[in-house]
T-cell receptor
C-alpha cells in the first residue's frame, strides 16, 4: 500500500512557465512533508518542506502548498528554468519518534528552452 | 570538504558473495540512513541509526546488516547477495531528526 503517491511520472513545461508537481498521501498521521530534487547519478537534494500547521511555504521560486483535508500537496516552480529539469520526490514523515521518511516514486520534470 | 561520501560508486558482484557499501559523513550528524532506489518504487528505507551503536530496521531490511561503531561511518553489508538486491543504494544523514536528510551520491550495485 503506497502511502505517498506521485501519479504523474513525468511533466514537460516551457522555460519561464509555471511547473506544478503534485503529491497525494493516505496516512493522516503524516505531519511534515518535504520535496527533494534529484539529478542523474547524484543523490537527492532537499528543496523545501512544510509542516502540517501551515498551508503554504515559499522559498524563492519554489512554493509548496498543503491541503490537509484533501491529503494533497503541490510544488510550484515559477518561473521554470532548464536547470530545474530533474526528478522530484515528495516525502512525508509522521513525526514524534518516527524516523522514517516515506517517499513517492518521483516525477521527472523537463523544462524546455 | 564536508559532506557525505559513499564508496564504491559502482560495484558488480555475484550471487552469494558478501559485499559492503561504505558511507562516511563529516558533519557529525547523529542520524544516518540507508535507502535503496528501484524503478517503480522510489526510495525505500533499509536501516537507520540514531547514534553510534543504535540501529533499527526500516521498510526493507531483509538480507542486510548494518553497524555504527563510529558516528561518522555507517556501512551496509549484504551477507549473501541476491539478484533482487541489484539496485542503487543511497546513504543519508541528518543532524537532529529525520528532516531534512542529506544524501550521498549513491552506489550502483549489480549482482549477476
Amino acid at each position: 500500500d503506497q502511502q505517498v503517491k506521485q501519479n504523474s511520472p513525468s511533466l514537460s513545461v516551457q522555460e519561464g512557465r509555471i511547473s506544478i508537481l503534485n503529491c497525494d498521501y493516505t496516512n493522516s498521521m503524516f505531519d511534515y512533508f518535504l520535496w527533494y530534487k534529484k539529478y542523474p547519478a547524484e543523490g537527492p537534494t532537499f528543496l523545501i518542506s512544510i509542516s502540517s500547521i501551515k498551508d503554504k511555504n515559499e522559498d524563492g521560486r519554489f512554493t509548496v502548498f498543503l491541503n490537509k483535508s484533501a491529503k494533497h500537496l503541490s510544488l510550484h516552480i515559477v518561473p521554470s528554468q532548464p536547470g530545474d529539469s530533474a526528478v522530484y520526490f515528495c516525502a512525508a514523515n509522521q513525526g514524534g519518534s518516527n524516523y522514517k521518511l516515506t517517499f513517492g516514486k518521483g516525477t521527472l520534470l523537463t523544462v524546455n528552452p | 570538504d564536508a559532506g557525505i561520501t559513499q564508496s564504491p560508486r559502482y560495484k558488480i558482484t555475484e550471487t552469494g558473495r558478501q559485499v559492503t557499501l561504505m558511507c562516511h559523513q563529516t558533519w557529525s550528524h547523529s542520524y544516518m540512513f540507508w535507502y535503496r532506489q528501484d524503478l517503480g518504487h522510489g526510495l525505500r528505507l533499509i536501516y537507520y541509526s540514531a547514534a553510534a551503536d543504535i540501529t533499527d530496521k526500516g521498510e526493507v531490511p531483509d538480507g542486510y546488516v548494518v553497524s555504527r561503531s563510529k558516528t561518522e561511518n555507517f556501512p551496509l553489508t549484504l551477507e549473501s547477495a541476491t539478484r533482487s538486491q541489484t539496485s542503487v543504494y543511497f546513504c543519508a544523514s541528518s543532524e537532529f531528526d529525520v528532516r531534512p536528510q542529506h544524501f550521498g551520491d549513491g552506489t550502483r550495485l549489480s549482482i549477476l
